[in-house]
């Protein structure tokens, strides 16, 4: 299994973006998709994940309201739709694939393949 992360960029405050992680292999559809996060001088976080079928999604807190995951079996890609971005999310942005089909699960030990990563900025 493959992760490719893309759509990351500079935006002002206020801003939209989304991010877009691709996925070869076979057994995407059978697995809960997330998205992780690592701001400068901080631990990676857990920021949103969806089911296998994508009917559950849970949100960190911090980015509830603001950011809409979603996924796409026959295309094999999970998207992160980022809305009010605010300067404290900027980060380097991760999707991860789940061990799990139903998601809910915010340890990035509870995922076993990883993107390498998509830079996103927030100025003020």
């Known amino acids: 299994v493959q992760l490719q992360a893309s759509g990351g960029g500079l935006v002002q405050a206020g801003g939209s973006l989304r991010l877009s992680c691709a996925a070869t292999?076979?057994?995407?559809?059978?697995?809960?998709m997330g998205w992780f996060r690592q701001g400068p001088g901080k631990e990676r976080e857990f920021v949103a994940d969806i089911s296998w079928g994508g009917g559950n999604t849970h949100y960190a807190d911090s980015v509830k309201g603001r950011f809409t995951i979603s996924r796409d079996n026959a295309k094999n890609t999970v998207d992160l739709q980022m809305n009010s971005l605010k300067p404290e999310d900027t980060a380097i942005y991760y999707c991860?694939?789940?061990?799990?089909?139903?998601?809910?699960?915010?340890?990035?030990?509870?995922?076993?393949?990883w993107g390498q990563g998509t830079q996103v900025t927030v100025s003020s």
């Open positions: 292999g076979s057994t995407f559809s059978s697995y809960a």
């Open positions: 991860a694939r789940s061990r799990t089909r139903y998601g809910g699960r915010y340890y990035s030990g509870d995922y076993d393949y």
